[in-house]
Each structure stands twice: as structure tokens, then as C-alpha cells.
């Protein structure tokens, strides 16, 4: 099962690097005026760096077995899945005060990529805490 976790969460990885890929490549990275841009750095980069240390305490756990690694994968992949839900919620399309961005990067995402980053990141957050509290 643990394996089976690492496997989804690189899935979820690969994913995820794709968005990334398109949001940069769209001119994200330029995007740095108030009101131009709905997915600020800050918690674009927090998302992607949070998730990586995740990632890496989950593969120190596979390959040490300490429960300590586990317990920090777990309360990890809490904070990046509600980095990852503002994303979702900034990305999604609005009539409010700053919804004039119908040309900023991230309205470039596929939506079927968003959704099965989404849906990957919900089962690895699932089964992280699932093996974690088992494990407990």
C-alpha cells in the first residue's frame, strides 16, 4: 500500500508539472500586477515546494520506515491539497472585482488536467492518511 501511495503521488507530480509547464509557458512567471493575475507566486511556488518536501518525507518513510517521516508526509500533503484547493477556487471562472484576467496564464489549463490532477491529489491525500493512521 505505501507503494501503491508513492505511485499516485507521482502521478499527482506529473500532473501537477504539466500545469506548471502550460501556466509558465503562458507567461505566468511575468504575471506580477495586482488584479492580472488570479494564482499568485507566493502560493504557486508554496504549492510546488511543500508538495516536493512532502514527496521526499513520503520516500524517506518507504525507505527508512520511520513514523516520523510518515506523520510529516501526512500533515505535508494537508497543507498542499488546501494550497492546491485556493488554486482551484482562484482558477475558477468569476464576475467579481478582479475577473477581468480572461488572458492570464492559468485560463490556458486543459480542464480534463485539472480535474485529474485534482482527483489524483484527493486519492493521495486519502491514502496518505489512511496508511499513516493505520500505521498508528
Do not use: D, K, N
Amino acid at each position: 500500500m505505501r507503494v501503491f501511495v508513492l505511485c499516485a503521488w507521482l502521478l499527482t507530480a506529473g500532473l501537477g508539472g504539466y500545469l506548471a509547464t502550460v501556466w509558465i509557458r503562458h507567461g505566468g512567471l511575468r504575471q506580477r500586477t495586482a488584479g492580472v493575475t488570479r494564482l499568485p507566486l507566493w502560493l504557486v511556488l508554496g504549492h510546488v515546494t511543500l508538495a516536493v518536501a512532502g514527496l521526499a518525507a513520503w520516500t524517506v518513510y518507504l525507505v527508512g520506515g520511520t513514523g516520523a517521516s510518515a506523520w510529516t508526509a501526512c500533515a505535508v500533503v494537508l497543507v498542499v491539497a488546501a494550497f492546491g484547493f485556493m488554486m482551484l477556487l482562484r482558477w475558477l471562472p468569476s464576475s467579481g472585482r478582479h475577473s477581468h484576467g480572461g488572458a492570464t496564464a492559468e485560463r490556458h489549463f486543459p480542464l480534463a488536467a485539472v480535474v485529474a490532477h485534482g482527483t489524483s491529489a484527493g486519492a493521495t491525500v486519502l491514502l496518505v492518511v489512511l496508511v499513516v493512521l493505520r500505521r498508528a
